[in-house]
């Protein structure tokens, strides 16, 4: 395993590959900077004796210890631990803790690697490649960032019969020695600060769209990809220091006819696991939000409690009206979630199948539990935004800059006219409301909203999945027998 040094000194001697508002950007530039302590966190917990056996797991191919978020899960057990590792880390730094896609892509690319290779047309040994890459993954402690999501260009029109075929990433051109890749992913949380990114088709393929079903891996600073990057830092405070500093990067992840060695590659041209590859990471990845959606909801609840002590309004019937919706919303999503992984086997959903057995045996959390939890926590994002707005009134739409705050002509004003609670000092009160802004009404709360909202799939997709996987037709069967109607069975 490695440490949070290890993981910075590597990523300092990785090649320019970023770009940001015109210009090359340093791997270890200061707006990265939040970013990667946000994900050193992850190599420190690992090593923590409080937190280390948590954070770490068993390698099922060594026997070594590693971090868990590079461990294949191999029971329910290890699924309520990844679900509990990643609600603890979140609360760690407030937010996202920003390395689940990795585990989550990594959990997926087992399964269908090992079934991509039984596949009769299969053109490399595409599971002990993974077992190649995945040894070095678990070895290295490597992050990996997970590039689904394609631009996809005209929305109702399949990947083969858009206008530009690039509007998904696609094969083109295989040689004897790997294949080249064309396109682009966007809006790739961690990859700037990543080792290595996995790349999976966005949707069901299929058989005509073969060179769309890809699935490989490239370290992010690779050649032939180019990185465009959007960083978000909260803005910059010299007197109020933050406890934690939080931030977060997403990239436009472009392959510009970059060339991959087979050794790299996972799935090429089999329809049916590349469909299979989109569906599991998505599972895998809803999976993963019922850890850090319920610790989103912490901090909402930690932020609205606070907002309505310091307003003094905590015991009216609204505020407890709201703040019970959201600890319901948290924690029917760590329901969801902990139901999903005791439920876990190596299936997965096929279409027009059903349940299959999946992979090599690697657990599979249940895909109704994810998607419904996934998708009730996901759409509740923006009415959590209201009740904040609700509770905390106008103040953090207008608060005073800091200069002024401690500028010496308005100090004193401003505190006496900012105290709200005569129990609370005051510049605990201030400290709040500036917490408050960065997470409600900052440059970066927009992006962390539109992420807790499509991160994994817009709800659409979610419900998509349940309703073609939810067996209505036995609760038609029930009414039917209630009612007196002829039955089926
Ligand atoms: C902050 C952030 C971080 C993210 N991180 C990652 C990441 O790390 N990795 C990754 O792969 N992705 C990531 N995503 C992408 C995320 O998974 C997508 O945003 C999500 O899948 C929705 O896709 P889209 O943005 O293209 O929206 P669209 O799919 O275009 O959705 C827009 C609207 O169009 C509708 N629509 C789209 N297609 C159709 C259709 N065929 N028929 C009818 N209606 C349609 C949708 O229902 C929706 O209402 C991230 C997104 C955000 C915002």
Same mark, same amino acid.
């Given at each position: 395993?490695?440490?949070?040094?290890?993981?910075?000194?590597?990523?300092?001697?990785?090649?320019?590959?970023?770009?940001?508002?015109?210009?090359?950007?340093?791997?270890?530039?200061?707006?990265?900077?939040? *970013?990667?302590?946000?994900?050193? @966190?992850? &190599?420190? !917990?690992?090593? /923590? =004796?409080?937190? %280390?056996?948590?954070?770490?797991?068993?390698?099922?191919?060594?026997?070594?210890?590693?971090?868990?978020?590079?461990?294949?899960?191999?029971?329910?057990?290890?699924?309520?631990?990844?679900?509990?590792?990643?609600?603890?880390?979140?609360?760690?730094?407030?937010?996202?803790?920003?390395?689940?896609?990795?585990?989550?892509? *990594?959990?997926?690319?087992?399964? @269908?690697? &090992?079934? !991509?290779?039984? /596949? =009769?047309?299969? %053109?490399?040994?595409?599971?002990?490649?993974?077992?190649?890459?995945?040894?070095?993954?678990?070895?290295?402690?490597?992050?990996?960032?997970?590039?689904?999501?394609?631009?996809?260009?005209?929305?109702?029109?399949?990947?083969?019969?858009?206008?530009?075929?690039?509007?998904?990433?696609?094969?083109?051109?295989?040689?004897?020695?790997?294949?080249?890749?064309?396109?682009?992913?966007?809006?790739?949380?961690?990859?700037?600060?990543?080792?290595?990114?996995?790349?999976?088709?966005?949707?069901?393929?299929?058989?005509?769209?073969?060179?769309?079903?890809?699935?490989?891996?490239?370290?992010?600073?690779?050649?032939?990809?180019?990185?465009?990057?959007?960083?978000?830092?909260?803005?910059?405070?010299?007197?109020?220091?933050?406890?934690?500093?939080?931030?977060?990067?997403?990239?436009?992840?472009?392959?510009?006819?970059?060339?991959?060695?087979?050794?790299?590659?996972?799935?090429?041209?089999?329809?049916?696991?590349?469909?299979?590859?989109?569906?599991?990471?998505?599972?895998?990845?809803?999976?993963?939000?019922?850890?850090?959606?319920?610790?989103?909801?912490?901090?909402?609840?930690?932020?609205?409690?606070?907002?309505?002590?310091?307003?003094?309004?905590?015991?009216?019937?609204?505020?407890?009206?709201?703040?019970?919706?959201?600890?319901?919303?948290?924690?029917l999503g760590y329901a969801a979630g902990?139901?999903?992984?005791?439920?876990?086997?190596?299936?997965?959903?096929?279409?027009?199948?059903?349940?299959?057995?999946?992979?090599?045996?690697?657990?599979?959390?249940?895909?109704?539990?994810?998607?419904?939890?996934?998708?009730?926590?996901?759409?509740?994002?923006?009415?959590?935004?209201?009740?904040?707005?609700?509770?905390?009134?106008?103040?953090?739409?207008?608060?005073?800059?800091?200069?002024?705050?401690?500028?010496?002509?308005?100090?004193?004003l401003l505190q006496k006219y900012l105290?709200?609670?005569?129990?609370?000092?005051?510049?605990?009160?201030?400290?709040?409301?500036?917490?408050?802004?960065?997470?409600?009404?900052?440059?970066?709360?927009?992006?962390?909203?539109?992420?807790?909202?499509?991160?994994?799939?817009?709800?659409?997709?979610?419900?998509?999945?349940?309703?073609?996987?939810?067996?209505?037709?036995?609760?038609?069967?029930?009414?039917?027998?209630?009612?007196?109607?002829?039955?089926?069975?």
């Amino acid at each position: 395993m490695r440490t949070r040094k290890e993981y910075i000194e590597r990523l300092g001697k990785m090649n320019r590959n970023l770009y940001s508002n015109g210009e090359k950007v340093d791997r270890l530039d200061e707006r990265q900077e939040s *970013a990667i302590d946000v994900l050193g @966190v992850t &190599f420190d !917990a690992a090593w /923590d =004796p409080d937190s %280390k056996a948590l954070c770490t797991a068993t390698s099922h191919l060594t026997g070594e210890t590693i971090n868990r978020f590079n461990h294949i899960h191999q029971n329910p057990e290890d699924l309520h631990k990844k679900q509990d590792m990643t609600r603890y880390l979140c609360n760690k730094v407030g937010l996202c803790i920003q390395r689940c896609m990795g585990i989550d892509a *990594a959990n997926a690319l087992h399964a @269908v690697s &090992f079934e !991509a290779q039984k /596949d =009769p047309g299969a %053109k490399s040994a595409y599971h002990e490649n993974w077992l190649k890459w995945l040894a070095e993954f678990q070895k290295e402690d490597w992050v990996a960032s997970c590039a689904q999501t394609d631009v996809k260009g005209e929305r109702l029109k399949r990947p083969a019969a858009q206008t530009d075929p690039d509007m998904y990433v696609r094969v083109v051109e295989e040689k004897s020695d790997g294949i080249v890749v064309r396109g682009s992913k966007v809006h790739i949380s961690g990859a700037s600060v990543s080792d290595e990114i996995l790349v999976v088709p966005t949707r069901a393929l299929r058989p005509e769209e073969s060179s769309y079903a890809v699935a490989f891996a490239v370290p992010s600073d690779y050649d032939g990809v180019k990185q465009v990057v959007h960083f978000h830092n909260y803005r910059r405070r010299d007197h109020y220091k933050r406890g934690f500093e939080y931030g977060f990067t997403d990239s436009y992840v472009i392959f510009d006819d970059c060339f991959v060695p087979w050794e790299r590659v996972f799935v090429c041209g089999e329809t049916l696991h590349g469909g299979a590859a989109a569906l599991l990471f998505a599972l895998f990845h809803r999976h993963s939000y019922s850890g850090c959606k319920p610790a989103m909801l912490d901090f909402v609840v930690g932020l609205a409690a606070l907002a309505a002590e310091i307003n003094g309004i905590e015991r009216t019937p609204h505020v407890r009206e709201m703040l019970s919706q959201l600890i319901m919303t948290g924690e029917l999503g760590y329901a969801a979630g902990y139901t999903a992984s005791a439920k876990g086997k190596g299936e997965v959903y096929m279409p027009g199948a059903g349940f299959l057995p999946y992979g090599p045996g690697n657990c599979i959390p249940d895909s109704i539990y994810c998607n419904v939890g996934r998708c009730l926590t996901g759409e509740a994002v923006f009415h959590e935004l209201e009740i904040l707005c609700n509770i905390a009134g106008g103040l953090p739409a207008t608060f005073p800059y800091e200069k002024d705050l401690t500028g010496p002509e308005t100090k004193e004003l401003l505190q006496k006219y900012l105290t709200r609670n005569p129990d609370i000092p005051v510049e605990e009160q201030i400290k709040f409301w500036l917490a408050f802004i960065d997470f409600a009404l900052s440059g970066s709360s927009g992006s962390l909203a539109y992420g807790a909202y499509h991160g994994g799939g817009s709800p659409i997709m979610e419900q998509i999945a349940i309703t073609s996987q939810y067996d209505i037709e036995a609760r038609k069967e029930i009414v039917r027998k209630i009612a007196g109607m002829k039955t089926k069975s």
